[in-house]
C-alpha cells in the first residue's frame, strides 16, 4: 500500500476483509446488491448484468495489496464469466468484461484475454439497429438506454484488438445517436430512448429507474459522463469529449457540495438523500475526464470533485467499518420504483468505488 495515500488505507484494508470473506463464505457466487446488508445470492437479480463486478473488484483489490492470492481470485472469477461471451440477450457485456478480462489485458498483454473481448465485443455489436443506428437495449430492439454508453466501450476495444472498421462504426453510431436523443441541451439526460426500429424515428422517452419518463436517473447520467469519456479517449471525435464535459458539469451544478447525489435530481423531497453507487461512477468518470481534459483549469476542477466524492464516501456514514455489513459502500440504490436494493450496497458501487481510489493513488495507470 505504500503508494496509497494515508486517507485511503482503511477503505483497502476493510475492501479486502470483505471481499476475502465472500468468495471464501460463498465460493463462486456472485452477488449483484445486499438486503439489510447481506449479499442477495443465488437469486436472479432484475438482469445478468452484475457478475463482472465481483471479478473486477478482486482484480482492483489485487492492484491495491499486491497479494497473489487475489490475482488467483480474480482469474478464477474471470473465468466463471468467460461463457457470457456469446451472451445475445442483454446489452450488458461491457460491464462484465471490461472491469474483468479487460484489466487482465492491459495488466499483461495476455493473448487469450484479447481473444475473449474480440468476441465479446462482436456479440455486443450484434445488438445493433441499423435504422435507428443503435445498440438496443434487453427491453427489444425499439429500445436504446443510456446504460449501454458504459458497455459500447467493449465494442470500441474490440475493434481496437481485432481491427474491424465495421466494429468502430457501430460503436461511433451508437455514441452519436445516445448524443442526439438521450442527451439533452442542458446536458441532463434520459434514461432510455423508444424508436420505431423499422425506421429509425425516435417515439419517445421513458424510465425504468428514475422518477418520471423526462427526468435525470442520476447513475444513467453517470454511466454517460463515463461512457462518453471513453468514447473519445478510443476515437479522439472531440463532440464526445465536449459531451462528457458538458454532463460532468451537469452533475457538479445539480449535487450538493458533499458530492453524493439522490437517484433522480428531478424528484420532489426524495425519501433517500442518496445514490452512493452513481457518485462512485462519477468519482472514477471524472479522474478519467480530468486526465482526458486538455484545459488544465478544467482537469482541475475534476480531479478535485472527484477527491470531495471519494473524501465523503470515506466517512464513517458511507464505508462500511461494520463487519456484519457484507457490503463496502452504504447508501446505494439499485431499482428505487421497484423496490430493490433500496438504501444498500452493491456490487458495481463498490467496484467503481475501488476504482477511483486505484486511480486517484496512480496505482492504475492515466486514462488518456
Ligand atoms: N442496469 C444498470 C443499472 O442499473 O445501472
Known sequence: MSSIPP?????VEIARQKLLRLVTEYPDLMPSFTENGKWRL???GWTNWCEGFLGGALWLIYLLTEEARFRQHAEHYSRLIEERKTDRTVHDLGFLFLPTWGRWYRLDGNSYAREVLIEAGRTLAGRYQAAGRYLCSFQGVHSLYIDIMMNVPLVFEAAQLSGEERLLRIAREHCHTTRRYL????????????????SGRFICYQTQQGWRSD??????????????????????????????????DYYLLHTPEHG???????????????????AAIAASGLLSLADCTTDMLRAKVYREAAQRILSTLCSDEFLAIDPQWEGILRHAIYHFPA???VDESTIWGDYFFLEAIGKISQVLPPEC
Do not use: M
Open 339 to 341: 423496490e430493490v436494493g
Open 183 to 198: 442527451v439533452r441541451g442542458d446536458f441532463s439526460t434520459a434514461h432510455e430512448g423508444i424508436f420505431d426500429p423499422e
Open 260 to 278: 453524493i447525489p439522490p437517484n433522480d435530481w428531478d424528484e420532489p423531497n426524495p425519501k433517500y438523500p442518496y445514490e452512493s453507487s452513481a
Open 215 to 248: 427526468s435525470t436517473w442520476v447513475r444513467g447520467h453517470c454511466w454517460a459522463l463515463y461512457g462518453f469519456t471513453l468514447a473519445f479517449r478510443y476515437t479522439r471525435e472531440a463532440a464526445f469529449l465536449s459531451t462528457a464535459q458538458g454532463l460532468a
Open 42 to 44: 443465488q437469486q436472479p
Open 7 to 11: 486517507e485511503f488505507h482503511r477503505v
